[in-house]
């Protein structure tokens, strides 16, 4: 072999060498893990758990979702795709001035080779709750001791009706209850009697209606003659219909309900007493209040809880479901107990228990699509009661129960449409999966010890807080939630 073929031959090994390393070298860089997406994008920070996928290349059985600085249990699917379960309540999530906070994602391998943070997980604040404002007079007095009513009008007014002085007060705010109007009145109807216990409703077309309680004494209602009245208000006119009476008896329910359904009629409920037993009373409207038709529910509900409560929901179809505390075939006390009307109120079925002794609710609240949602309070031991949510599919057939807290708390729910399904109890807001089946994270909306509270919501899906501070004097509250989707 001459010295040039020798040569030849080492410049084609050379040239093989390199090629090899270079090769191998491009291969191993080709190898390297890369994300090249994550679903999804963005979450609400009330969300307790959700699925975390990230996407890329050459993923290995050893590859571990690193989310908000913390090495996740990871469930390796293929080279190309990974995902976790991802807990927000356990985690330190700092949010903006915009109510935003964005989390970086990145994935370590199983030679803890980890992979630059080239996704970002956006976690947007929800609800974001305004500063609450105290209601200062001519809204709602200071030392007012029960909670007033609150109801959003069809053109997204707020309005407030309380009763001081043996009147009924009323309020409204065109700016989601940042300033309230002056108070106007209705004038009592007798000189030796009171109104109280004001309900409000408003339909589709700007009509705002309301009921009271008319009795000579209010802390001894059975002892006089007491009333029921209507009334009604374009909202636009302001001008209220001239009262009139919807029943008398010789003790009327001071806790009255109304409502407009989705059959367009407007709807009230009440009890009447006598000698020890309530008679359970229906009234239907289908002209807007002029005329109404009266059904009764039951003759003997046996209840000296004061006052009784009584409340009315409805869904898209002609159901109607009441509640309402009993003694019925309880030993120790009230429980509580509804019935459903599948014929708009003129027939009922039989009582059954909602929430077992020494139960309190609001009463049900359906969605669109027949589920059933409740919150209250039960009491699982003597003397000690939690707070609940149950939930049904089967429009009552059977319920499922959560206990939100071990401690008592008064409560409120709002199921619409526009804001979804939310809980409000003591001071923490929650909302809920669209069928009820998942609880979100809870949220305070006030830093407050409070007393009782009530919940509304608007087409727009803002949701207001109405509450009342749990200390003398009793001072309302309010405060304007903003539902980010």
């Known amino acids: 072999m001459t ?54 290349h050459h993923f290995n059985n050893g590859c571990r979702i690193i989310f908000n600085g913390q090495t996740l249990e990871t469930v390796f699917v293929s080279e190309s795709e990974l995902n976790c379960q991802v807990e927000l309540e356990p985690m330190t999530i700092t949010y903006s001035v915009e109510h935003e906070a964005r989390i970086p994602v990145s994935i370590t391998d199983e ?10 997980l956006s976690i947007k604040e929800n609800p974001v709750f305004d500063p609450e404002a105290r209601l200062a007079d001519p809204a709602v007095p200071a030392d007012y001791y029960y909670l007033p009513e609150l109801v959003v009008g069809n053109t997204g007014i707020l309005y407030l009706a309380w009763c001081q002085n043996d009147d009924i007060y009323f309020s409204r705010s065109t700016d989601q209850g940042k300033s309230w109007s002056a108070y106007t009145t209705f004038p009592q109807q007798s000189a030796k009697s009171g109104n109280y216990d004001p309900a409000m409703a408003a339909d589709g077309t700007g009509n705002l209606y309301i009921i009271w309680t008319q009795s000579a ?35 009327c329910s001071k806790t009255p309900r109304i409502m407009f359904s989705n059959q367009n009629q407007v709807v009230v409920v009440l009890g009447a007493k006598k000698s020890n037993l309530y008679r359970l009373t229906l009234l239907t409207s289908d002209d807007f209040g002029e005329s109404w038709l009266q059904f009764t529910i039951s003759e003997n509900i046996f209840n000296n809880f004061d006052p009784l409560p009584i409340l009315l929901s409805g869904d898209n179809s002609s159901i109607y479901y009441f509640t309402y505390n009993d003694y019925y075939n309880t030993r120790y006390g009230y429980a509580v107990y509804f019935r459903t009307s599948e014929d708009l109120g003129q027939s009922w079925g039989n009582e059954n228990p909602l929430l077992s002794i020494g139960g309190e609710t609001k009463g049900i609240r359906p969605d669109e699509k027949g589920n059933l949602f409740c919150i209250g309070s039960d009491m699982y031991l003597p003397y000690m009661s939690r707070t609940v949510f149950i939930r049904s599919t089967d429009r009552g057939k059977s319920w499922e129960k959560t206990i939100l807290s071990e401690k008592y708390s008064r409560s409120d729910l709002i199921s619409d449409p526009a804001t979804g399904i939310g809980l409000v109890y003591g001071n923490n807001f929650r909302r809920v999966s669209e069928n009820g089946g998942q609880l979100y994270r809870e949220q305070k909306f006030t830093e407050k010890a ?17 509450w009342q501070e749990d ?10 939630g903003r539902l980010q989707k």
Not at 23 to 44: G, N, Q
């Open 217 to 251: 004494n209010r802390l001894y209602p059975n002892s006089a003659q007491s009333a029921i009245f209507f009334a009604k208000v374009a909202e636009m006119e302001l001008k209220w219909s001239v009262p009139r009476i919807l029943a008398e008896s010789e003790s």
């Open 111 to 120: 030679k803890q080779n980890n992979v630059e943070f080239e996704k970002y």
């Open 3 to 56: 010295t040039q073929n020798k040569f030849i031959r080492w410049i084609i090994l050379f040239f093989f060498w390199f090629w090899l390393i270079f090769s191998e070298a491009c291969l191993f860089k080709s190898r390297e893990i890369e994300i090249t997406a994550i679903s999804p994008t963005e979450v609400l920070g009330d969300l307790p758990v959700f699925t975390l996928t990230v996407f890329g």
């Open 450 to 466: 409070v007393h009782d509270c009530h919940l509304v919501g608007d087409a727009a899906g803002n949701i207001f807080f109405l």
């Open 471 to 480: 200390q003398s004097p009793y001072g309302i509250y309010f405060s304007h």
